[in-house]
């Protein structure tokens, strides 16, 4: 799994982390785990092959919100008693 991470400037509200959240799960289909957090300024998501960062910047911007770093790295889910 690819865990990519987007710094989102704009999110000042509840609506405004639903948004992007829709945002990215209209432009990567294959998204899960798709968060966002107005106080930490970032949005997140798991998909199983790298998204192209350029278009998920993109895509954020369109929508009004500033997407100023896209981070991709591999991500792997750990069991419940992991060590």
């Known amino acids: 799994m690819i865990r990519t991470t987007l710094t989102v ?24 785990k798709v968060s966002a957090s107005r106080s930490r300024k970032e949005a997140s998501f798991l998909t199983e092959e790298a998204v192209d960062p350029a278009f998920i910047q993109d895509a954020v911007n369109q929508t009004g919100y500033t997407c100023t770093d896209v981070l991709s790295e591999q991500f792997e889910k750990k069991g419940l008693f992991h060590r």
Request: proline residues 4%; hydrophobic residues 35%.
């Open 9 to 32: 400037e704009g999110m000042q509200c509840g609506m405004c982390e639903a948004h992007v959240c829709e945002t990215i799960r209209k432009a990567v289909p294959s998204a899960k």
